[in-house]
Antibody, heavy 121, light 107 residues
Framework: QVQLQQWGAGLLKPSETLSLTCAVY????????WSWVRQPPGKGLEWIGE???????SYNPALKRRVTISVDASKNQFSLRLSSVTAADTALYFC???????????????WGQGTPVTVSS | DIQMTQSPSSLSAFVGDRITITCRAS??????LNWYQQKPGKAPKLLIF???KFHIGVPSSFSGSGSGTDFTLTITSLQPEDFATYYC?????????FGQGTRVEVK
């Protein structure tokens, strides 16, 4: 059974750096990409970016300037850093596994529990 | 970026009803379309991938169809646990993008 467990600071001030980590239990770590998705209060889902076990990344251009996703494959963990946060970054942040199924086919098939992050002065 | 548009944004239905949610992509995405169910405060759950394939454990009352730019998610007989918000998501290209969601409420 694959489980993703995430943690990190939930209250930040404007201009600070958001930092979250996701640990993966069960299943293969190296055979997948690992992603971050966020959801502002009352709104829809936004893909932040993803990484594989060797550190190859892909980021949402809307956030790319401020985002860093890193991996520690020895611990089956990956992390998100988002710099210079503002109130617009207030959201529920999820980690998720990306499963590829051939060609462009892929899906977020397992998710962490979510970490609420509030940015307020 | 590929824009995903769902309709309706919300709907009200009775237990036992058949409902259909539509998702339209701003360009041809083949069959690279996924559907998720989300309940308040919880992580989304994958229902359908590759437009019509079932994720593990998804009831057969759910089905997906479509290709190109137009896709549908159908629930043939709504159960109490199916009242939730549903999102489509394209995997054709990055950035991966979601529809705005369809909230299914009890009538």
């Amino acid at each position: 059974q694959v489980q993703l467990q995430q943690w990190g600071a939930g209250l930040l001030k404007p201009s600070e750096t958001l930092s979250l980590t996701c640990a993966v239990y069960g299943g293969s770590f190296s055979g997948y990409y690992w992603s971050w998705v966020r959801q502002p209060p009352g709104k829809g889902l936004e893909w932040i970016g993803e990484i594989n076990h060797s550190g190859s990344t892909s980021y949402n251009p809307a956030l790319k300037r401020r985002v860093t996703i890193s991996v520690d494959a020895s611990k089956n963990q990956f992390s998100l850093r988002l710099s210079s946060v503002t109130a617009a970054d207030t959201a529920l942040y999820f980690c998720a596994r990306v499963s590829y199924c051939g060609g462009h086919c892929s899906a977020f098939d397992y998710w962490g529990q979510g970490t609420p992050v509030t940015v307020s002065s | 970026d590929i824009q995903m548009t769902q309709s309706p944004s919300s709907l009200s239905a009775f237990v036992g009803d058949r409902i259909t949610i539509t998702c339209r992509a701003s360009q041809n995405i083949g069959r690279y379309l996924n559907w998720y169910q989300q309940k308040p405060g919880k992580a989304p759950k994958l229902l359908i991938f590759d437009a019509s394939k079932f994720h593990i454990g998804v009831p057969s009352s759910f089905s997906g169809s479509g290709s190109g730019t137009d896709f549908t998610l159908t629930i043939t007989s709504l159960q109490p646990e199916d009242f939730a918000t549903y999102y489509c998501q394209q995997s054709y290209s990055t950035p991966r993008t979601f529809g705005q969601g369809t909230r299914v409420e009890v009538k």
